[in-house]
């Protein structure tokens, strides 16, 4: 059905277009809203169970990022040694809970986000988003390494794919709507609504965005963001001085960062696996296997209680230029193991918080230990903790631009963006072969998402002239010809197709023997019928037409054989392309494309 065309804002726009993009508007503020008060009770609740656990049982206190503000913990009495049972009981909590009703929620989120969308059809059990929900709460509360950004991203993304099962929508748009749930969820959690929704569609590919999508996920996520940010403060998460890149020299060691952050990602990826593999051969059952995680993580947090929970607090102060080189390194490393000991076990929670742990951490130290050697280079040494934060994220993750824009949204840090440009992009360029999401995709033709989009249409690419024989001597059929000396004709030839042509020689139509055959079925009416009465429409075909446009006509008509006409003298029978011409046409390209220079 056509819609009438109607200006809006000076444009010319149809009816079936304001319909479409009202439709999308409305999904992606739905989806918003649900992700943004999602955020807000996923955040009290991680909050109190991080008070109950960490401040209460344990009396620790870990420092806050500048820009969240805390509720008033209960603290009892410090007791270190608890530091190495609470996490393991947390732990066991989630592993019981994730391997008893949704074994699919265990790890990290984002990859079961990105997993439904290639690999599911954006289907997500509605019990997922639940069951990760409260897990995290209880693996993040009781001191894990892990971050918020996968459970608040398959909150969004479960209720995506719920609404799109709700309104019978296309799995096309059922996965761009769980692409817009997890842009709400962490566009809000980290008052990133920008990075979120770029980094909810890069995320998905190693070397692509999923364009289509980021639409609807802006909108999702500053409607998310503008939610969570009315209930907990529209500040930044981290405070940091105004840092202004003045000193172009310094791009060098930006650079060496870069690499470095690169390299060290692809050290937290192999022992994050490893350590995944580890845990898969130890024999026992996985319900049990997030709380051994737990306890070894106890015993580092015994010695280093920084490493245990987000560690926002610790960047904050690594940021404030208030710790070491050599405690900053010394957390940078610890924190993979620490990681891979929450989630590789079977724990649950994101990798984007230990992420920007381990590279402020790692950006803090190479900023110290650069000024120390290059004191009159280096006028900004703590700017590397930021810098770090985004580089690191970008090389382990394949996100180079989501990357940049969350640190500086959560940072404040745009003064510093010339550095950012180059160290993200120097990170992805030396980190691309690996990453911490493994359900990542190179690009959109390696997905199941777009098995369809590059398919190469072989018949578009052949002309209808390389695959038909031109004939001189075409049979042509008067419109009055009576049938008994049309038969005569068809005794002489091989065709089984004839073009009618009236007394100006101009098309009319095609006979076939398929239609004379029906005249002998009547007892003399062959005697009264010419051949005008058994002609079928007219459908041909021009050289310069291709394959896949002359096979719709094969298969609209039901002929086996087509007339080639003269583009520029259109009554003028060139010859017949037949179906057999077509097929062999289209194996012959085939083979010549299989086995290319043979």
């Known amino acids: ?66 820009g969240e503000v805390m509720s008033s913990p209960i603290v009892g009495e410090y007791r270190r040694w ?175 960062l870069g690499v470095f952050c690169a390299l060290m990602g692809g050290l937290y990826i192999k022992i994050f696996y490893g350590l995944r593999d580890f845990f898969h051969r130890i024999p026992i059952k996985s319900h049990f296997k997030p709380a051994l995680g737990g306890l070894l993580l106890g015993v580092l947090g015994f010695f280093f209680p920084q490493v245990l929970g987000m560690g926002y607090g610790w960047v904050q102060q690594a940021i404030n230029g208030e710790l070491t080189i050599q405690l900053l390194l010394t957390l940078g490393l610890l924190k993979m193991l620490a990681t891979g000991f929450t989630i590789s076990s079977g724990g649950s929670g994101g990798v984007f918080a230990p992420s920007l742990f381990i590279g402020g951490m790692l950006g803090g130290a190479f900023g110290l230990a650069s000024q120390s050697l290059f004191p009159q280079s280096i006028t900004q040494p703590t700017a590397f903790v930021v810098v770090g934060m985004g580089a690191f994220f970008a090389g382990a993750a394949n996100v180079p631009i989501s990357a940049l824009f969350m640190v500086c949204e959560m940072t404040g840090g745009y003064g510093l963006l010339v550095p950012m440009m180059l160290v993200s992009a120097t990170a992805f360029l030396f ?25 190469v249409n072989i018949l578009e690419q052949i002309k209808v002239r390389d695959a038909f024989t031109p004939q001189e001597d075409v049979p042509l059929v008067y419109e ?11 005794s002489q030839r091989s065709e089984t197709y004839f073009p009618v042509i009236n007394e100006k020689h101009e098309l009319r139509g095609i006979i076939s023997l398929r239609d004379i055959r029906t005249i002998f079925l009547e007892n003399g009416l062959h005697e009264l019928v010419i051949a005008a009465d058994l002609m079928t429409r007219l459908v041909v075909v021009t050289p310069d037409e291709d394959l896949y446009s002359a096979n719709l006509k094969f298969i609209e008509s039901d002929y086996g054989m087509i007339p080639v006409v003269d583009p520029q003298i259109k009554d003028k029978v060139l010859g017949y392309l037949t179906h057999e011409d077509l097929i062999g046409a289209y194996n012959r390209e085939m083979v010549r494309r299989k086995f290319p220079g043979e």
């Open 431 to 455: 980190g691309r072969r690996w990453s911490i999401y493994e359900k990542q995709v190179p690009a959109q033709k390696d997905s199941p998402a777009h098995i369809g989009d590059f398919t």
């Open 480 to 490: 009055h010809t009576p049938v008994r000396d049309l038969l005569k004709m068809i």
């Open 1 to 66: 059905m056509r819609f009438p065309q109607k200006r809006f804002l000076g444009l010319r726009t149809g009816g079936y277009e304001l319909r479409l993009s009202g439709k999308w508007l409305l999904i992606g503020i739905s989806i918003g809203v649900v992700a943004g008060f999602g955020a807000v009770i996923f955040f009290y609740l991680l909050e109190w169970s991080n008070i109950f656990f960490m401040n209460f049982l344990c009396g620790y206190v870990p420092p806050s990022p500048g």
């Open 82 to 256: 608890a530091f190495l049972f609470v996490p393991a009981i947390g732990g066991l909590l989630a592993g019981l809970l994730v391997y008893t009703f949704a074994p699919e929620a265990e790890g990290h989120g984002t990859d079961a986000v990105i997993d439904s969308f290639h690999n599911q059809r954006g289907i997500i059990r509605k019990r997922v988003p639940v069951i990760k929900t409260i897990s995290s709460i209880l693996t993040i509360g009781s001191g894990g390494s892990a971050g918020r950004e996968g459970p608040i991203a398959q909150i969004g993304a479960g209720f995506g794919s719920f609404l799109a099962t709700r309104l019978k929508l296309t799995s096309h748009e059922r996965r761009q709507m769980v692409i817009a749930g997890a842009a709400g969820g962490i566009g809000s959690i980290f008052k990133t609504p920008l990075g979120g929704a770029i980094f909810s569609a890069e995320v998905l590919y190693k070397e692509d965005i999923e364009a289509g999508a980021i639409i609807p996920s802006v909108i999702s996520s500053i409607v998310a963001y503008s939610i969570f940010s009315s209930f907990h403060g529209w500040g930044r998460l981290f405070s940091s001085a105004e840092f202004k890149f003045t000193h172009p020299v310094e791009l060098i060691f930006y650079a060496i």
